[in-house]
């Protein structure tokens, strides 16, 4: 999933400064489709993954609906490969089998990987198992349960909301689509490791959720981080 990953990544940069320069002369309709964006990536994740709960579509299983198999040039890895739906059958298996769904397993929560009755051949890995995943929503939900999982993802729609409808500067819009897209991509990437990227996500996050920064006007919140 890392190269899918780094595509998608690519692309929205690309989208991100497109509607950059589109602002500057079509503001009202780049305003229109921030707010699409919004949407789209709070509510497309919700569905598929009722989707897949319920047995219906599993976007991750690309196979069952491309049938071209696509691979890398330089090691021949294949880009059609599901490499997550295992990963939320055995999270969930590892919390529910604790009567834990509410709350998750705590901060050193585990789940072992088990497919076909397989041992990984790692001692570490087959009797402790692993504490993370590749999947920030999944590492939520190991340790938090539903309530974790509903905590963490509300600090991305609050500040991603905040952001986009009630800042006075479209600096901050920018910024909250990018944190709601974030949230979006954890459902598949995005582990909760010590990164830079991931601290500079909750600062923005912290800047989004800032009322004095949010009604900053344009020219003054520039002049602000010039100074750094």
């Known amino acids: ?10 692309i929205f940069a690309a989208a991100i400064a497109g509607l950059y320069y589109l602002n500057i002369y079509f503001h009202k309709t780049t305003i229109k489709i921030i707010k699409t964006f919004f949407f789209t990536f709070l509510i497309a994740p919700l569905l598929f993954l009722y989707l897949g709960i319920s047995g219906s579509f599993n976007i991750f299983d690309i196979n069952s609906y491309y049938s071209k198999n696509i691979t890398t040039k330089e090691s021949g890895e294949s880009l059609t490969i599901d490499t997550r739906s295992f990963l939320y059958r055995h999270i969930y298996q590892s919390v529910s089998s604790k009567g834990n769904t509410l709350i998750g397993n705590s901060a050193i929560g585990s789940y072992i990987i088990n497919e076909g009755n397989e041992q990984t051949g790692i001692k570490e890995l087959d009797q402790k198992g692993r504490y993370g995943s590749e999947s920030g929503l999944l590492d939520s939900f190991l340790c938090g349960g539903i309530i974790g999982a509903l905590l963490y993802s509300m600090i991305f729609w609050l500040s991603s909301y905040y952001a986009i409808f009630r800042s006075r500067n479209f600096m901050l819009k920018l910024i909250g689509v990018f944190i709601i897209f974030r949230w979006a991509t954890s459902f598949f990437d995005e582990p909760s490791s010590w990164w830079i990227s991931n601290i500079l ?12 920064i949010r009604e900053a006007e344009e020219n003054k919140l520039r002049l602000w981080c010039s100074k750094f």
């Open 1 to 10: 999933m890392s190269s899918r990953g780094y595509v998608i990544r690519i």
């Open 201 to 212: 996500l909750y600062v923005f996050m912290g800047i989004c959720l800032s009322k004095a």
